[in-house]
């Protein structure tokens, strides 16, 4: 078989999606018994109690089919967010929505603007439909520049992409900027705000996508249960789009994408608003320990709305090596001057520090 001939020219350059390195792997090269897994972005703590029950509950019907439309958990989204249940999209992650919003808009050599550094499944998706990617860089590679991504935007443009807070930076573009954006933004491009760390962001000036969603306009906002939720595991994440696009997923997605133990565990979830917030506020203070420790080190890093913290570095690989010699698994973008460092729970920001201290003592600085 001539592979080259048979597999779709459009994804030569396509390479399968890296995951972090595993604790396991950590363990085996540091010889540490304690690792702290540091670059997924996920919660440290466990999913939520009532979560645990309902799938527990949900596993001795495994043998059923999942309820195909995710009904019950559309609704109670719905309600929750103050839309209709036809305007919900329920995914295998966000990231499955992120793909089906690319299948059923995206034709080859439409223009897709996205914002760089970000979310790497944004350039995925532009190349797997034969699209043409416009990468705005943040500014100092920090920063939203809106005007830029606006200055982007061309007759060609089918999606816009914005990721906020933006991940790996963990930046926000504000409230006000946004708005200045979205009143020139042209209607023939759909906006997909990826809101994945939607939960944790604190700042007054953090803009609410579904502010700015009205059922018609080309605007969807993209959630996940993967993160303040702690279930990533699962695989479930939520899209709120209007009404023709929902229906336009449902007739290419798969009939069962969202299975009955995901649906019952992300349902539960949605009962317990004060543990969101004990989470946020429990992550900020991490953060606000990070900050002072990385400051009393001399490391930069930039303040941020997620659950992560961008720490600024010129010798990416060898801080990085070094954190995974005292069993700290970190986030490096190949030559790209920072790590991401995911926020823990007290005791492991307390360890992150500690680690940050060993490595500038071993290399002098970071
Ligand atoms: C910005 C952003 N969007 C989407 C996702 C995908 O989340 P999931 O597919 O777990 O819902 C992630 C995961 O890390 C993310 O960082």
Redesign the pocket.
Same mark, same amino acid.
């Given at each position: 078989m001539d592979w080259d001939r048979m597999i779709r020219e459009e994804l030569t350059g396509l390479v399968p999606y890296a995951p972090g390195l595993r604790e396991d792997q950590v363990r085996a090269r540091s010889g540490r018994d304690h690792i702290l897994k540091l670059s #997924?972005?996920e919660h440290p703590a466990g999913p939520f109690p009532a979560a645990i029950a309902a799938m527990e509950r949900e596993l001795l019907d495994l043998n059923r089919y999942p309820e195909g439309s995710a009904g019950a958990l559309k609704e109670k989204l719905a309600s929750k967010l103050g839309v209709r249940a036809e305007q919900v999209m329920i995914g295998n992650? #966000?990231?499955?929505l !992120?793909r089906l919003l690319g299948e059923v808009v995206l034709r080859p050599g439409d223009e897709v603007v996205y914002p760089w550094p970000s &979310?790497i499944?944004y350039p995925t998706v532009t190349t797997m439909f034969g699209a043409e990617h416009v990468r705005v860089p943040l500014l100092d590679g920090t920063d939203y520049d809106l005007d830029a991504m606006l200055a982007a935007v061309t007759a060609r443009t089918r999606i816009v992409f914005l990721?906020n807070p933006n991940?790996p930076t963990g930046t926000i573009y504000t409230r006000d900027a946004f708005e200045h954006f979205l009143e020139r933004l042209p209607d023939h491009v759909l906006l997909v705000l990826?809101e @994945?760390?939607f939960e944790f962001a604190t700042s007054g000036d953090y803009p609410d996508g579904l502010a700015y969603f009205d059922g018609d306009r080309g605007i969807v906002v !993209?959630r996940? &249960? #993967?993160k303040i939720y702690s279930l @990533?595991g699962l695989?479930?994440?939520y899209g709120i789009a209007p009404e023709r696009l929902v229906h336009a997923i449902d007739c290419v997605r798969e009939p069962f994408n969202v299975n009955s133990v995901a649906q019952a565990g992300a349902l539960a979830s949605l009962d317990d608003d004060a543990e969101v917030a004990r989470r946020r506020a429990e992550n900020q203070e991490q953060k606000t320990y990070l900050y002072s420790g990385f400051g009393r080190l001399g490391i930069s890093w930039v303040p941020s709305e997620a659950n992560f913290v961008w720490v600024k570095t010129e010798r990416p690989t060898e801080v990085f090596e070094a954190l995974l010699e005292e069993g700290v698994i970190v986030r490096a973008f190949g030559p790209t001057p920072a790590l991401r460092v995911t926020v823990g729970t007290p005791e492991d920001t307390r360890r992150t520090i500690e680690a940050f201290e060993t490595v500038v003592a071993r290399l002098g600085s970071v």
């Open positions: #997924s972005n992650g #966000s990231n499955e !992120l &979310f499944v990721c991940n990826d @994945a760390y !993209l996940t &249960f #993967s @990533a695989r479930v994440g």
